[in-house]
């Protein structure tokens, strides 16, 4: 597999090392039916499913017919729950289940490689030697993005070896700035944000959880 090279910045974007990347999850082949199947699952898991609707059968009333079958000149009758009665039941209605679908870990593996392999290639990657706010203020976390580059408008997904109190609270109120550890990494939100910001200890995890499941299967 050829080589990968990744770029490690300082916080003020100047470049003070290079990171090699392993070629299964950041060279892999992008696979794109495979993530947008991938897009369509993790969203179907997000549906909660307790969507109802009263059919006839669930309405109250409705047992008496409103009026006698032949010579009023009206249209035959034989219930006010009927569904094409106004405030009647609905007919085919949507009722509670549950969206969940089978996609393997493998094939999930895969896709996630897919769209960092894509981010890699396109430069919309950002590996800090470390990311600090020690203000926790988000005046301090937007003049780190403006120095580094990193266009907030397009989506920023900010990927961390562990969940930093201060860089959360920094982070999380800058419109179009996506927080997440790296367990929580995934390819829906590598999908719609631009870019992702991240830093080594990051990468190097992201790498032993992306092959820890190449491995298991």
């Known amino acids: 597999m050829e080589k990968v090279s990744q770029k490690v910045l300082d916080m003020s974007g100047k470049e003070v090392d290079s990171l090699e990347l392993d070629p299964a999850v950041f060279a ?14 993790q969203l179907a898991k997000r549906r909660s499913g307790t969507h109802s609707t009263l059919t006839r059968g669930d309405m109250k009333g409705g047992g008496r017919k409103p009026w006698r079958q032949k010579g009023s000149g009206r249209a ?7 569904p094409v009665w106004v405030g009647g039941g609905v007919a085919h209605g949507p009722k509670p289940r549950s969206y969940n679908s089978r996609l393997s870990r493998r094939l999930r593996r ?7 392999t894509d981010r890699q290639r396109e430069g919309r990657i950002t590996v800090l030697d470390r990311l600090e706010v020690e203000s926790g203020k988000t005046r301090d976390f937007k003049n780190m993005l403006d120095q ?6 397009r989506g920023v997904l900010v990927v961390l070896p ?7 609270r920094a982070g999380r109120n800058i419109p179009g700035v996506t927080l997440l550890p790296v367990e929580g990494a995934n390819v829906y939100d590598l999908m ?16 032993q959880r992306v092959l820890k499941v190449a491995s298991e299967n």
């Not at 580094?148 to 408008?153: K, M, P, R």
């Not at 719609?192 to 790498?207: D, K, N, P, W, Y």
């Open 28 to 41: 892999a082949k992008v696979n794109e039916g495979l993530v947008y199947q991938t897009v369509r699952w």
């Open 76 to 82: 035959r009758a034989g219930s006010n729950t009927s």
């Open 162 to 168: 562990e969940k930093d109190e201060k860089v959360w």
């Open 148 to 153: 580094l580059g990193v266009d907030c408008a």
């Open 192 to 207: 719609r944000r631009g870019h992702v910001l991240t830093t080594r200890a990051a990468i190097e995890a992201l790498q």
């Open 110 to 116: 895969q896709a996630l490689a897919s769209v960092l």
